[in-house]
T-cell receptor
Framework: GEDVEQSLFLSVREGDSSVINCTYT??????LYWYKQEPGAGLQLLTY?????DMKQDQRLTVLLNKKDKHLSLRIADTQTGDSAIYFC?????FGRGTSLIVHP | DAGVTQSPTHLIKTRGQQVTLRCSPK?????VSWYQQALGQGPQFIFQ???????QRGNFPDRFSGHQFPNYSSELNVNALLLGDSALYLC?????????????FGSGTRLTVV
């Protein structure tokens, strides 16, 4: 099976919070990442967290890491239509398949 | 300050041919990683170069090879192209010596094998 797994789709209403989840199997990497990819564009690093941290907040973004359950989440507060994109979770160099976030009015 | 630059942006090759893709890292970065992203999939790690040597490698055959030059730029070579090699090839740069600040990705090279 894949090292990093994500649900494929998430649909939210504009202004609501979005929570994108990710699970991983290998704990060896020090860093876990969230990337954003808009259509036709490369990947943009949104944030990363060290494996010795539980939480990291950066403006509208909150990352939670549950090391026991090997679960990583990205919360986007006050989601906007411009947040519509594919979000990738990565453990070291290994990426998940991406979660397509659709924000509707 | 230029980010990661990849060339060419698009490429069409015939099955069995060889291809070379190029990447210039972000200024101040010394490490280059290459990824293959098939349609609808996440990027798959090919390999990483630092100090002109391959440091890590993903699950890709020997047909995929690379090189890093003294100015930190890098090339990805793929021999004996297969139809399944059609994908977006992404280059990402980062810094070891300058302290880790995350990976910066280029916009990629779209390779189509016919």
């Amino acid at each position: 099976g894949e090292d990093v797994e994500q649900s494929l789709f998430l649909s939210v209403r504009e202004g609501d919070s979005s929570v994108i989840n990710c699970t991983y199997t290998d704990s060896s990497s020090t860093y876990l990442y969230w990337y954003k990819q808009e259509p036709g564009a490369g990947l943009q690093l949104l944030t990363y967290i060290f494996s010795n941290m539980d939480m990291k907040q950066d403006q509208r973004l909150t990352v939670l890491l549950n090391k026991k359950d090997k679960h990583l989440s990205l919360r986007i507060a006050d989601t906007q239509t411009g947040d519509s994109a594919i979000y990738f979770c990565a453990r070291g160099p290994t990426f998940g398949r991406g979660t397509s976030l659709i924000v509707h009015p | 300050d230029a980010g990661v630059t990849q060339s060419p942006t698009h490429l069409i090759k015939t099955r069995g041919q060889q291809v070379t893709l190029r990447c210039s890292p972000k200024s101040g970065h010394d490490t280059v990683s290459w990824y293959q992203q098939a349609l609808g999939q996440g990027p798959q790690f090919i390999f990483q170069y630092y100090e002109e040597e391959e440091r890590q490698r993903g699950n890709f055959p020997d047909r995929f090879s690379g090189h890093q030059f003294p100015n930190y730029s890098s090339e990805l070579n793929v021999n004996a192209l297969l139809l399944g090699d059609s994908a977006l090839y992404l280059c990402a740069s980062s810094s070891v010596l300058g302290g880790f600040s995350g990976y910066t990705f280029g916009s990629g090279t779209r390779l189509t094998v016919v």
